[in-house]
């Protein structure tokens, strides 16, 4: 017990010493109070290591959630159910796996480790909805409305947070902003753009759509639509790897313009 | 399809306006629904015309692109003509469609000081559609940019012809 302590206590001192800079702090969250702290091994087994996700090449050396360390660095206390006190089995603990309580919201833990997914952008997300399904059975306000205030509370944050989880990982667009966000890189909507051959293109495929006279036309020009949007996908992918910012963000932009083409689209059809 | 949304959005509104008071309900004002349905200076000038410029503007928040063509009497450094094409939402349209508007029978650098602000006065755009009319200023710049950028193509090439002319000679 001391030793993991003094562990903890050594590893943010350093941690606060390295990763003071803003680009990090978005996604760390240095809370004294949190009740959601990760240390060893409970936590550890079977989940891997994204030694990736911690910027800097000290935190690889440690195998121990490297991620949890990252996220969470909180002195002392552990994962535990505010009800009855019984430790987290799992993560991320966002209910009691033994008395079904449901957990105050972590801000710290990202949508994707709520769905149990890397932090990539090709992840697989077949299966999200039956994941997501799965966390409502769990979370959802309407299992709570007898218990205590202060669950239903609980509960309908945790449930919102879910779902706003679920919407955003499963578009890839909004999954795109969102992992851009988790850098600290904030994409500035209100910026006016003026790529003359970008727009001049958009525009042509704009007025095709106006002029498009049947269905079939229509869906020739979403087909394209969506051959350029797996383009730029796959292009946000490797620059978001490089950490190429400017390029991802490029890579965005491009998305919004061709996501909106469609949504015309299926707007006329 | 829209059209007919926002007509009988208006015919409905229109029986409420008189009961509830305007704040209330978020609706287009009517100078946006007029720019709307009665949109002016709709089209298209060629592109490679030496007295257009074209602002060609885009607002990645929502995918609007915008368009405003100027068309300039080299002389005297008015613009004469404008024209303007945007895909976007009602505000947006409204906007450009003002923007069109207002540069007409002015010089060139009195359009530049147009402001964004004006435009959304003018149309009494809500906080959350300020950035078309910051498009609309944007295109305004772009339009007149793009002519000075032809103007001095031009002046160049126009320069070097009589040089060689004199050299043939």
Redesign the interface.
């Known amino acids: 017990m001391s030793n993991r302590k003094l562990w903890t206590s050594a590893l943010c001192i350093l941690h606060r010493r390295l990763y003071s800079s803003p680009r990090f702090s978005a996604g760390f969250h240095l809370n004294l109070e949190s009740t959601s702290v990760f240390s060893c091994s409970p936590y550890h087994a079977g989940k891997s290591i994204v030694s990736g996700s911690c910027k800097g090449g000290f935190m690889a050396n440690f195998k121990f959630s490297v991620r949890g360390f990252c996220s969470e660095p909180v002195v002392g206390s552990v994962d535990k159910c505010w009800n009855c006190g019984t430790l987290a089995m799992s993560k991320p603990f966002l209910a009691c796996e033994s008395c079904k309580s449901v957990q105050p919201v972590d801000p710290s833990i990202d949508y994707f480790q709520i769905f149990g997914l890397e932090k990539e952008y090709d992840v697989k997300v077949d299966n999200l909805e039956s994941k997501y399904k799965d966390w409502q059975k769990k979370l959802h306000p309407d299992l709570v409305h007898s218990k205590s205030e202060k669950e239903r509370e609980y509960a309908a944050e945790q449930s919102a947070r879910v779902i706003d989880a679920y919407y955003t990982l499963s578009k890839p667009l909004s999954r795109a902003t969102y992992m851009l966000k988790l850098e600290g890189v904030h994409?500035?909507?209100?910026?006016?753009?003026?790529?003359?051959d970008?727009?001049?293109e958009?525009?042509e495929v704009?007025e095709a759509v106006e002029e498009a006279e049947d269905s079939q036309a229509l869906n020739q020009i979403q087909h394209q639509m969506q051959g350029k949007l797996e383009s730029w996908f796959k292009s946000f992918a490797n620059a978001f790897k490089n950490q190429e910012y400017e390029a991802a963000v490029t890579s965005?932009?491009r998305m919004?313009?061709y996501?909106?083409?469609k949504e015309?689209i299926l707007?006329k059809m | 399809?829209l059209r007919l949304g926002c007509k009988r959005f208006l015919g409905f509104s229109n029986q409420r306006n008189q009961t509830l008071p305007q704040t209330l309900l978020r609706l287009y004002h009517e100078r946006v629904v007029d720019h709307y349905n009665n949109p002016r200076n709709v089209g298209s000038f060629d592109k490679n015309d030496p007295t257009v410029g074209t602002?060609?503007?885009?607002?990645?928040?929502?995918?609007?692109?915008m368009?405003l063509q100027i068309k300039v009497d080299e002389e005297t450094g008015k613009i004469v003509d404008a024209c303007f094409?945007t895909?976007g939402c009602g505000s947006a349209i409204a906007s450009s469609s003002v923007a069109t508007e207002w540069v007409k029978g002015k010089q060139m650098e009195e359009v530049l000081t147009i402001k964004n602000t004006e435009i959304a006065k003018h149309l009494s755009l809500p906080p959350v559609k300020l950035?078309c009319s910051?498009?609309a200023e944007?295109a305004i710049k772009?339009a007149v940019k793009d002519y000075e950028a032809k103007r001095a193509k031009l002046g160049a090439n126009g320069e070097a012809a009589p040089v060689e002319k004199v050299a043939d000679a």
Not at chain 1, 187 to 195: A, M, N, Q, R
Not at chain 2, 55 to 65: E, R
Request: glycine share 6%.
């Open positions: 994409v500035d909507e209100e910026k006016t753009i003026s790529e003359p970008f727009l001049a958009i525009m704009r965005i932009q919004t313009y996501e909106r083409v015309e707007k | 399809m602002g060609l503007v885009g607002a990645p928040a929502c995918g609007d692109v368009k094409k895909f950035h910051m498009l944007d772009a």
